[in-house]
C-alpha cells in the first residue's frame, strides 16, 4: 500500500501536461525553440554513450530527445507522468520507424522503471516539477536504477548560489527571456518562478551527493544548469 504522505507527481504543476492542445503546442515549440541536435549531443556526450548502451529518460515530454539518442545507443527507456506526452511520443517514434525506445508512463517517484540497471540516465527540465523534499527521494530512485559508475545527465532551471537579492535576479532574469524568446516564454518564466520548484543551486547538489553521485561537469548556458554525473560505488 502506497504511504498516504507520498507526493503525487501526478498532479500537474504550473503548465498541465496533461492537456491534449498544450502538448501539441510543446510539440510545435521544440522545433521553434530548441536546438534538438545540439541538446542530443550534449546528452550523449555527457553519459559517454556506446551503441549497446541503455538509457533511461526521466520526463521525456514529446520524445525528441529520446528519439536522437536512440540513433547512438542499443535502447532508450522513456517515461514520462503525462498520457499525452506518452502518446505524441510514441506516434513521433512510429512516424519515423524508430524501435529501440520504450516510451512509457513512469515518473522520478513511481510507475515503469526500466527491466535492470541502465549505463545512464537523463532527465531535462521536469526535475523542477517536484518540491525539495521529494527530488531527493527522486535523485536516490534513479540511483539505484543505474549501473555501478553509471552516469545522469540532469538539466534545469537552477538557481545561482550567492545571490544577494533574488527579487533584482528573477527581474533580470525575466527581462533576458524577453528580450532573446519573446513575451510568451517571459510570461511563462514568471509563473515557473512562482508557481513551480527550481531550487538554489546548492541545494541540488548537496542533493546529488546525498543520492550517491559525484559532479564531475557543471554548465550554466543562459537559462538552465547541466550536471553530468557519476554514480559511486558503495
Ligand atoms: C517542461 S516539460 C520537459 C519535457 C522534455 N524533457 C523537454 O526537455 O522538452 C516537463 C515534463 O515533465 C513531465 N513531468 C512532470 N512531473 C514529472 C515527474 N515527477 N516525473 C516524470 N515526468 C514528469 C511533464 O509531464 C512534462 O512532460
Known sequence: MRNLWVYDERRQVGTDYTDEARVREYDAGMQRLRNVPQEVDRAAQALSLSSVATVWEIGCGTGELALGLAARCGHVYATDVSPAMIGLARRNAAERSVENIT??????????????????????????????????????????????????????????????DYDAYFAGLIAAVRSAAGDELAEETVAHIREEYSTFAWVLEEMLKQAGFGIVDRVTDRFTTSYTCIRQEG
Open 103 to 164: 516510451f512509457e508512463e513512469g515518473g522520478f517517484l513511481s510507475g515503469y522503471t526500466p527491466p535492470g540497471p541502465v549505463h545512464g540516465a537523463v532527465s531535462q527540465l521536469t526535475l523542477h516539477h517536484l518540491p525539495d523534499l521529494w527530488k531527493l527521494t527522486a535523485l536516490r530512485r534513479t540511483a539505484r536504477h543505474l549501473r555501478p559508475n553509471g552516469r545522469l545527465f540532469l538539466r534545469d532551471i537552477v538557481y545561482p548560489s550567492g545571490v544577494p
